[in-house]
């Protein structure tokens, strides 16, 4: 009887082909590969991409499924034009890796005094530079799915603790590039760029003094052997604005019912889910921090004034670079710290 009815199908297919009529097709499943850089215990990776890709396989009943790879297709700052060009499906990663002007409004979540928290900053930052700011606009050649900070930035090394403004004058320190490095220069420090899973082999072997890192990093790449002291600022030194992006061609394939339901677990619920994690990995950091020799001290009113002066600048200048594109920085900006409850 199977085989009969088998048979009949097929020739029913058969000839509906024959007469023209269209015949409906189970829908094909879709993997898309995402490259991932950072090292597959990272937080973001264990517990941010992996569980947002699961919930994308279940969200479309296993229609897209999204792979992460255990090793990286590319260097970490290449990983924006991967997706673009579409070598990798999906990527995420920090704009300030990119050493050129197409983020340009980006560097909004990247200045100092933006929030104590990953979850607020995260999702003003998605809210404000999603929104008004325009950022699908800055990320050409991808569908911009999810934007996300980390904790507030902190300023760790192995010299000296920071008690004025000349203490900074010499210091190698490592920086992710954009508004830190700049704003470190200005401070007198010798800014260093390098990949995050460098830092462990140049700290341990004094090619770098120091780095500007959020609290969770010191656990995540090992560090507290070879720091001494621990520099807070209220709101954060700096932060660092990342993407998670899908080449443009790989979203346009999907059907709409796909795309809607990739869209409800990116945009904000993805900036809480990726700040809510870097909450968590931060607060164990501390913890780790706690049982160590390092000394965590907060910013003095001397040391605050100097990044003050030196971040009033930056912004400024940024605000006025922005204009010309037809944006209002400085309302954008005071409206993302207005919904982090920064005082500023």
Do not use: C
């Not at 699961?54 to 296993?62: C, E, F, L």
């Not at 010499?170 to 220069?185: E, F, V």
């Not at 995540?220 to 720091?227: C, K, Q």
């Not at 001290?297 to 990044?307: G, R």
Request: charged share 20%; aromatic share 10%; glycine share 10%.
């Amino acid at each position: 009887m199977k085989r009969f009815a088998g048979l009949v199908t097929g020739g029913l297919v058969a000839v509906a082909a024959t007469l023209g009529f269209a015949v409906p097709a189970a829908q094909a499943e879709t993997t898309l590969v995402l490259s991932s850089w950072l090292p597959p215990k990272h937080p973001i990776v264990a517990k941010v991409m992996k569980p947002w890709a699961r919930d994308v396989a279940k969200a479309t009943d296993g229609r897209v499924k999204v792979r992460v790879l255990a090793k990286p297709l590319g260097a970490p700052p290449a990983h924006y034009d991967l997706a673009r060009d579409g070598v990798a499906d999906i990527t995420y990663g920090l704009h300030s890796f990119t050493k050129d002007d197409r983020f340009l409004r980006s560097r909004i979540g990247q200045f100092s005094f933006l929030g104590d928290n990953a979850v607020a900053v995260s999702k003003a930052y998605w809210d404000v530079y999603g929104g008004q700011l325009d950022a699908q606009g800055e990320h050409e050649g991808v569908k911009l799915l999810g934007l996300f900070a980390h904790g507030p930035g902190m300023f760790h090394n192995n010299r000296r603790k920071i008690e004025s403004p000349e203490d900074f004058a010499g210091l190698k320190i490592r920086t992710p590039g954009g508004y830190i490095a700049a704003l470190s220069q200005d401070l007198g420090i010798t800014t260093q760029f390098m990949g995050p899973g460098e830092v462990y082999e140049k700290l341990s072997r004094g090619v770098i003094d120091g780095v500007t890192f959020p609290m969770e990093a010191l656990k995540a790449f090992r560090l507290t052997d070879h720091l001494t002291s621990t520099m807070t600022v209220p709101g954060g030194m700096y932060n660092t604005s990342w993407f998670l992006v899908m080449n443009q061609a790989k979203w346009d394939a999907l059907s709409d019912e796909d795309k809607a339901a990739l869209e409800e677990l990116s945009g904000a619920a993805f900036a809480e889910r990726a700040g809510a994690v870097w909450d968590a990995a931060d607060a164990g950091g501390a913890e780790l921090v706690a049982g160590t020799d390092i000394e965590v001290y907060a910013a003095n009113d001397a040391v605050l004034s100097a990044i003050k002066e030196a971040a009033a600048r930056h912004e400024a200048a940024w605000a006025e670079a922005v204009a010309a594109q037809g944006f209002d920085g400085a309302a954008a900006l005071a409206d993302l710290r207005a919904r982090t409850g920064v005082a500023y």
